[in-house]
């Protein structure tokens, strides 16, 4: 919201006043944008559920998370890489063109779709981490965050057991800050989920925002951006 009322004061400076007061306030505005541009990235690569299924993308707790940045005055610019249906090993397909931005932090928001068509953990858990490998790889100081998910029960205990150390285990193998749960909250309570039963709505995802913030917000604060290699 910051950024959104910088803009509208930059134009309307530029509606009024001197022509050297409309330049200036041109000079100003292509300035912000290239500051904007150049501002270093929280990215969350992810599923529907960062993508923000079946709400204005800007309802979806990215964009929310962004609020929270630009309130804490923190130089920070998010980039939202969900896409639904996305597995993990569709992550590590899309990482590589992801890393063409400056990303400080990468919040990482996969696996759900893997537990929804039982798929292995294993594989999951090695896919995950070649996506954090090849970020680090790109950027020397880029701080993880990893999303915890649940599976469905269908699969049996054995399945979702081994599915949730799959977070914890790589959180703790890839120095990774975890978030426990991202649906901590909102999983499973009819109320803040669309008519589906999975993606949150409006107020599930103001509910998911404030559980990444808690994890997220010391990251930014005590980290500075990471630098490419």
Same mark, same amino acid.
């Given at each position: 919201m910051a950024r959104k009322i910088l803009w509208l004061a930059l134009a309307a400076a530029a509606c009024g006043g001197s022509p050297d007061g409309g330049a200036e306030a041109r000079a100003g505005s292509e300035r912000a944008a290239r500051e904007w541009a150049d501002a270093p990235v929280v990215l969350f690569l992810g599923t529907s559920i960062t993508a923000g299924y079946g709400l204005d993308v800007e309802l979806a707790y990215p964009a929310l998370i962004q609020n929270e940045i630009d309130a804490a005055e923190l130089d920070y610019r998010v980039v939202n890489a969900g896409v639904s249906g996305e597995t993990s090993a569709g992550g590590l397909r899309r990482i590589d063109w992801l890393l063409r931005e400056p990303v400080a932090v990468l919040v990482l928001e996969l696996g759900a779709n893997d537990g929804l068509r039982g798929l292995d953990? +294993? /594989?999951?858990?090695? #896919?995950?981490? /070649?996506?954090?490998?090849?970020?680090?790889?790109?950027?020397?100081?880029?701080?993880?965050?990893?999303? +915890?998910? /649940?599976?469905?029960? #269908?699969? +049996?205990?054995?399945y979702t057991a081994a599915f949730r150390r799959v977070f914890q285990d790589l959180a703790r193998e890839a120095d990774a800050v975890l978030i426990p749960f991202l649906l901590d909250g909102v999983g499973g309570i009819p109320a803040l989920n669309q008519a589906d039963g999975i993606h949150p709505t409006v107020e599930g995802q103001e509910i998911v925002a404030a559980n990444v913030w808690e994890v997220l917000e010391p990251v930014l604060v005590g980290r500075p951006a990471g630098s490419r290699r």
């Open positions: 953990p +294993g /594989e999951m858990q090695r #896919n995950l981490a /070649e996506i954090i490998a090849r970020t680090r790889a790109a950027y020397a100081d880029v701080r993880v965050v990893v999303a +915890g998910m /649940e599976a469905p029960p #269908n699969f +049996g205990r054995s």
